[in-house]
């Protein structure tokens, strides 16, 4: 496993932007306001040689009692038992506050090596003399940076690296299943996430918007390793007000392009509605394997159909998503919560799923002789062989003699022969169609 160091410290001390210009890109969400990363946001960083996994961690204020920042601290506790270094950022500009010096005491109890950094210190040369009132908060000697500017940053990590364990050569990196979670605020995304994890890895809270990063947690389970990718919920466009719900949103549509898997979480009180069907279409096209999770199902009455009929409604909302398996849970009592593990792996594999062309051109021929290609004008539609050429999605390349003559009806009826033959549920299947004539 890759070494991890988690950054930790107040409120606007500059940790995501100390996080955001070591990645080289706007991962995390850099605002003004204190309190904007509210979860712990991974990212791979290459440095002297070794890779690591850098944690930027929300805000601490120790002394809070509001409720979300109760469960940041929570998770700064998570990340602290998983981290190999810490380093504790303060800002030379506010100079020591109680919260730092809460935040100290808490960091000497913990058995992990400390790696404490002023920020903010934006001039070269001799420090300015404020800095050194941060020896009384007894970590020992620190390191005079600034993050808007890069200054200082690599010492920082040179001394990180110091305290990384042996690097085990026989350690071969798994290959990563990413599952981006996906829906409208307060579907329960993170709920559903934690109880998949067996535990609180992600910040819960009934107020609509408190994810607002797109957040990666990775677990292991079954020999496979796999990255969750906790989005913020969208909202319709017209409801996005500020810089910062805009940002998640971009978040969120890039989770679901670096993802192998995509699960749509669903309100079983409020069904599939405009913005759910965005946002599995944007999914779709972009070729990712897909299942609809309805959440809160303990909350609806039912009778023997129930299950049934809302699964004909979900697809009558997104038609262009039957291939995708349904599956109703409760993500506050667990129910079916397993299945959609399950369903993780199944639909990953069927993505990756790839058909001899020998066994595709026998389904075509028998598809043909049963349904006969379209005709216009005196003129029909000949198909003369297809061949798979990508996984995930599944894509084949069909030869035809006309395009036009190729209707997209006739399309779905070679589609639907295939999934009957070979499966491919959760999964979009991508046609390319190359005309050819007679005689090549």
């Not at 420090?127 to 020896?135: A, D, I, K, T």
């Not at 279409?281 to 070729?287: E, I």
């Not at 299945?339 to 595709?360: H, I, N, S, W």
């Amino acid at each position: 496993m890759k070494p991890m160091v988690a950054i930790i410290g107040r409120p606007n001390v500059g940790k995501s932007s100390f996080f955001n210009y070591l990645v080289g890109r706007r991962v995390s969400i850099v605002e003004n306001t204190p309190g904007v990363t509210r979860d712990r946001i991974y990212e791979d960083i290459e440095w002297a040689g070794r890779t690591f996994t850098l944690v930027d961690m929300g805000g601490l204020e120790p002394e809070s009692t509001d409720t979300i920042l109760v469960q940041m601290r929570r998770q700064a506790e998570f990340a602290l038992d998983l981290a190999d270094v810490i380093i504790f950022m303060v800002d030379v500009k506010d100079g020591l506050t109680a919260a730092d010096a809460d935040i100290a005491t808490m960091l000497r109890k913990v058995n992990k090596p400390v790696v404490t950094v002023v920020n903010k210190v934006d001039t070269r040369g001799e420090p300015p003399p404020e800095v050194y009132e941060f020896y009384n908060l007894g970590m020992g000697d620190f390191f005079c940076i600034s993050s808007a500017h890069g200054l200082g940053l690599g010492e920082v990590l040179d001394e990180v690296s110091k305290y990384f364990p042996p690097e085990d050569e026989t350690d071969e990196e798994k290959e990563t299943i990413h599952v981006a979670v996906i829906g409208k605020p307060n579907a329960g995304k993170s709920s559903l996430i934690n109880k998949i994890l067996g535990e609180e890895r992600v910040i819960v809270s009934n107020i609509p918007g408190t994810t607002r990063d797109a957040i990666d947690t990775y677990f292991e389970a079954n020999d496979k390793r796999y990255c969750f990718i906790d989005t913020a919920g969208m909202r319709k466009r017209g409801k996005v007000t500020d810089d910062i719900e805009r940002y998640s949103v971009m978040r969120s549509l890039s989770a679901v392009d670096r993802s192998d898997v995509t699960i749509l979480v669903v309100d079983a009180n409020e069904g599939i509605s405009e913005q759910d069907s965005k946002i599995a279409g944007y999914a779709h096209d972009a070729g990712k394997a897909f299942i609809i999770v309805v959440n809160k199902w303990d909350l609806i009455e039912k009778d023997t159909n129930t299950m049934k009929r809302f699964t004909e409604d979900v697809y009558n909302e997104l038609p262009f998503m039957t291939y995708a398996p349904v599956v109703f849970v409760s993500a506050l009592t667990g129910q079916r919560v397993k299945k959609v593990f399950e369903l993780v792996d199944y639909v990953c594999d069927q993505a990756a799923f790839r058909v001899p062309t020998g066994m595709l051109n026998d389904v075509l021929d028998e598809a043909k002789a049963v349904a006969q290609p379209p005709s216009d004008k005196g003129r029909r539609l000949k198909i003369f062989y297809m061949t798979q050429v990508k996984v995930k999605p599944p894509t084949f390349c069909i030869f035809c003699n006309s395009q036009k003559l190729f209707h997209f009806s006739y399309q779905r009826y070679i589609e639907n022969q295939l999934r009957k033959n070979f499966g491919f549920e959760g999964t979009p299947i991508v046609f390319k169609i190359i005309e050819k004539s007679e005689e090549k």
